[in-house]
Nanobody
C-alpha cells in the first residue's frame, strides 16, 4: 500500500524559501518516478515537478523553473522540493505522488492517484 507523508510547508513572505519533504513507504521507491503536485484554493491539482528514479532527469512546470529544485534520497525513500524566490501565486497545498507526470497531466487524472495529507505553503506579499 502506497503511503506518502509530506512535510515542511509553512507561511513565508514573497521571496522566501521552504524545503518540502515526502517520506514514502509501501512500494519500491528506488525504481519509481516521483512527482510533486499542488492545489491552490479553488483550483484543480497542478503538476509541479518530476524526478526519475536515478535523479538523472528532472522536469518542471514553466512557472517554477529556476526557482524550485526537486531531489530524492533513495536510501531514505524520500523526495524533496526546494522552493526558492517564492511568489504569492505559489500558495497551495503541495503533495507528492508516485507517478511520472508532466504538462499533459490533468487535474482529474492526478486526483485519482494516492496522495498524503499534503503540506500547506502560504506566501504573503
Amino acid at each position: 500500500q502506497v503511503q506518502l507523508l509530506e512535510s515542511g510547508g509553512g507561511s513565508v513572505q514573497a521571496g522566501g524559501s521552504l524545503r518540502l519533504s515526502c517520506q514514502t513507504s509501501g512500494f519500491e521507491f528506488s525504481t519509481s518516478y516521483m512527482s510533486w503536485v499542488r492545489q491552490a484554493p479553488g483550483q484543480e491539482l497542478e503538476w509541479v515537478s518530476t524526478i526519475n528514479s536515478e535523479s538523472s532527469y528532472t522536469w518542471y512546470t514553466d512557472s517554477v523553473k529556476g526557482r524550485f529544485t526537486i531531489s530524492r534520497d533513495n536510501a531514505e525513500k524520500s523526495v524533496y522540493l526546494q522552493l526558492n524566490s517564492l511568489k504569492v501565486e505559489d500558495t497551495a497545498l503541495y503533495y507528492c505522488v508516485k507517478a511520472f507526470l508532466g504538462p499533459w497531466a490533468t487535474g482529474s487524472a492526478i486526483a485519482t492517484m494516492p496522495r498524503g495529507q499534503g503540506t500547506q505553503v502560504t506566501v504573503s506579499s
